[in-house]
C-alpha cells in the first residue's frame, strides 16, 4: 500500500481510515436528518445549514462534513493520473490537495442538479436553494480548478516565439511572466480587500429565498486563491528553472489511456 503512495507514505492507511469514518459520520447524521423531516415537526432543513448558530446538531455535521471532504482530498492527493504530473515544488501539495477537492465538488454539482431536477419534475416541488448552492460550488470549482491548472502547467501557453528562444532568454520570460501573475495578484488584493473583508465581516447574503452568505464567502476566497496562485506561479519556476525546455510540455502528451478507452468503446459498438 505505501509502494503505491505519491506523499503520504506511512500516513496513507490512516488518511483512508480517517476519511471512512467521517464519511460514514456524515452519512449517517445525513439520515438522522431525514428521519427527523419524517417523524418531527422542528426538522431542520437547507436553511438552517448555512444559519448554524444555536442549532449543534448542524453545526456539527457541517464540521463533520468539512473534515471528511479534508480527508478525502488528502488520500485523494496521494495518487497520481495518467497524464498528471507529479508534484515537485514547494508548493504544488496545497495545490494538488485543492485540486482534488475541486474534482469532489463538481461532484456535489451533479448531484445537487440532479435532485433538483427530481424533484421539480417528478414530485413537482422544486426547491429553493438547489441553484444558489450549485453556483456557490460552482463558484469554488472554477477558482480552484485555475489554482490546479497553474500546479499542472495545463493553462494556455503559446510556444512558437518562446521555442525559438535561447534558454538564457526563455528563463527571463519565465520571470516576466512571473512577475505579471504576482504583480496582478498585489494590484488585486490592493484593491479588493476593505471590499472583501466588509462583505465578509457583516456576512453579505444573496438576497434570494434561501439567502446564503455567497458574496461575503467567495470575495474573500477570491483574493485568497489568487494569492495560492500566484505562489505556485513562483514555486514553478524554481521547479523548472534547471529544466530542459522538452521536458516542461509533458501535459501536451497524447493521453494513450483515454484513446485506449475511446478504441474499447468504439470496437463495443460495432
Known sequence: MHDNSLWLGRMRGPVKTAMM??????????????????????????FEMIRPAGRPLVLVMLIIFSLALFFASLFLSDTKGAIESPPEGVFDLVSVVLGRLSMIMTTFIV?????EVVSRYVFSKPTLWANELSLWIAAFVFLLSGLYAMQQRSHIRIYVIYDMMPR???????????LLIVGFAVALVWGGYTDAENRFMRMETFGTAWDPPIPGIVKPALLLIIV?????????????????PSEMGSNDDIDEVEIENIRRTLEEQK
Open 21 to 46: 469514518v467521517f464519511i460514514g459520520l456524515t452519512l449517517a447524521l445525513y439520515v438522522w436528518l431525514i428521519a427527523q423531516h419524517l417523524f418531527s415537526d422542528t426538522a431542520y432543513g437547507m
Open 111 to 115: 448531484l445537487v442538479m440532479f435532485y
Open 168 to 178: 538564457w532568454a526563455q528563463k527571463l520570460s519565465d520571470c516576466i511572466s512571473v
Open 228 to 244: 495560492l496562485v500566484a505562489l505556485q506561479a513562483v514555486s514553478n519556476l524554481f521547479a523548472d528553472w534547471h529544466k530542459d
